[in-house]
């Protein structure tokens, strides 16, 4: 008789569809789990499914249940009060009630396992790059493809985004809530806005690797880049980068400098492209001020403006989602014999296919496939029939070039995101070293080349062979604009020549 008033408050709707729920969602969980650990797939939606969706299933399940029971104790109660205690009773003298008691405790047991299993293996899941780069696919491709072409493709974003910390874990996921309503409402800018404004301090996140007591005094780097001719003539520049000696030491020099100095700086626009002003606090505490000479600030100004002090992302702000121009591109591919040097106009044909406007990649490719060989065709036939397979191995790496480098749903090119290390694309280290940011006394930040970079050797076709150069030659013969002119003026996005020559792309 207690067994049967017992089953008869759970047969009803609400816990019968609550049984169901449960019951399912336990199944769905082990066998989702168990799929991933023999199949090894790791998909954002299947995560979003076993971590988040199917708990909520089993928990909303368990919930139901007793809800369910309780409708229709408490309505046998008012239609019988005499019988229906107003709590139930628990007596394990009862051989029934002590079995039940027994089930209930193994199947909580259960629940809470597979519950906690889930819990923290979607703490994992949140914190891993299928998540962040995957899930919301449309509005993060562009970010996830360039990283996974980067230096820190095995770095997970959470270890930069976030970092170690309790405290900027839960920062990061209440700000992670209001990107997810920007996606499911479709109100995130297109392209996505930077810098972000509440990024943690480099300090606590890239030093973690990159401590700036192993900071050594410089390092060799050789530039490949080919010529937009027939030839695709190369051209070499080796080049000694003053990297810079241990911060705070005697040895405190070169470029890495500005992290053992306090520096701040103060920036018009919200890509910190425009700083009129530089402070650096010496030794002795005080504050020497630079001000930009054509555009000072106001005293009024200064105070009230929002001062930032200089750390790795002033000028590695783009260390891991690095965006490279189709010039730069083709000269990695030339170089590493990708796409042969030896098809004509190669990487002046590239280029200019490469750089006209798309409205999807789907298009870019198919203008790829067909502009490209057309072009062997017919201005060069016996090479189209030579060098067919090169052909067609340059249209896939072109190809591939586009896709990690142009996004039209997300209105992403190469040159959407300004990248401040260097100053050939922008003007990078030349937004405070242009040579008019000074001193009440007259000192003056220095453009002078050398102080970042010293000339090793440089090979290119207005060379002689066998000549050593020790001060950078421009390709072209442009005068005194080599020293008067920011690179960028002339090779950032906006002023690059489609037809050719030597502008942004070409070389």
């Known amino acids: 008789m207690t067994l049967r008033k017992t089953a008869g408050y759970l047969w009803n709707p609400i816990s019968l569809i609550g049984f169901l729920l449960a019951v399912v969602a336990t199944g769905l969980i082990i066998a989702f789990i168990a799929m991933e650990m023999i199949t090894g797939i790791d998909h954002p939606y299947i995560g979003l499914l076993v971590y ?80 962040c780069g995957e899930l919301c696919h449309v509005v993060m491709e562009p970010e996830h493809k360039a990283w996974q072409g980067s230096p820190h493709a095995r770095v997970k974003c959470v270890e930069c985004h976030v970092g170690p910390g309790a405290e900027w874990y839960v920062k990061a996921k209440l700000s992670g809530l209001r990107q997810v309503w920007a996606v499911l409402t479709h109100s995130y800018h297109f392209p ?85 002003y530089v402070a650096v606090k010496q030794k002795d505490g005080s504050i020497v001020e630079y001000m930009d000479t054509e555009k000072p600030l106001t005293r009024e100004e200064i105070a009230k403006a929002e001062k930032r002090r200089m750390d790795c992302i002033d000028c590695h702000n783009r260390p891991t989602h690095i965006y490279r121009s189709p010039a730069r591109e083709m000269d990695e591919h030339i170089v590493s014999g990708q796409i042969d040097a030896g098809l004509p106009y190669i990487k002046k044909v590239a280029v200019e296919i490469l750089e006209q406007p798309y409205k999807s990649k789907e298009e870019a490719h198919a203008a790829i496939e067909a502009k490209l060989p057309e072009y062997y065709a017919k201005n060069f036939p016996e090479v189209a029939k030579a060098k067919a397979a090169a052909i067609n191995q340059a249209v896939a790496h072109v190809k591939d070039i586009y896709s990690r480098n142009f996004f039209p749903r997300m209105k992403v090119t190469w040159s959407t995101y300004p990248n401040h290390i260097g100053h050939f694309y922008t003007p990078g280290c030349f937004r405070c070293h242009d040579g008019k940011h000074k001193t009440s006394t007259g000192k003056i930040i220095s453009k002078d080349c050398n102080m970042c970079h010293e000339m090793i050797g440089q090979k290119g076709e207005n060379i002689p062979e066998g000549k050593v150069v020790k001060e950078f030659v421009h390709p072209a013969d442009i005068g005194d604009a080599l020293y008067n002119v920011n690179c960028s003026d002339c090779h950032m996005a906006a002023a690059e020549d489609s037809a050719g020559g030597e502008g942004p792309g070409k070389h």
């Open 192 to 276: 996505i806005a930077t810098p972000i404004e509440n990024l943690r301090p480099a300090r606590d996140t890239c030093e973690q690797c990159h401590w700036p007591e192993k900071f050594y005094s410089g390092r060799q780097r050789v530039f490949y880049h080919y010529a937009p001719n027939k030839e695709n003539t190369p051209r070499e520049i080796n080049m000694l980068i003053k990297i810079g000696g241990t911060p705070k030491s005697p040895h405190a020099m070169g470029i890495h400098w500005h992290i053992g100095t306090e520096v701040t700086y103060i920036a018009r626009d919200r890509k910190r492209l425009d700083i009129p």
């Open 52 to 131: 988040f969706a199917f708990p909520g299933m089993l928990i909303l399940g368990l919930i139901l249940v007793p809800i369910g029971a309780w409708r229709v104790r408490n309505q046998r109660r008012t239609e019988v009060p005499e019988e229906v205690p107003p709590y139930p009773r628990v007596d394990f003298n009862d051989p029934h009630k002590r079995r039940l008691f027994i089930f209930f405790v193994l199947a909580s047991v259960i629940f809470v396992l597979i519950v906690s299993v889930a819990s923290i293996l979607g703490f994992e899941f949140t914190e891993s790059t299928t998540f």
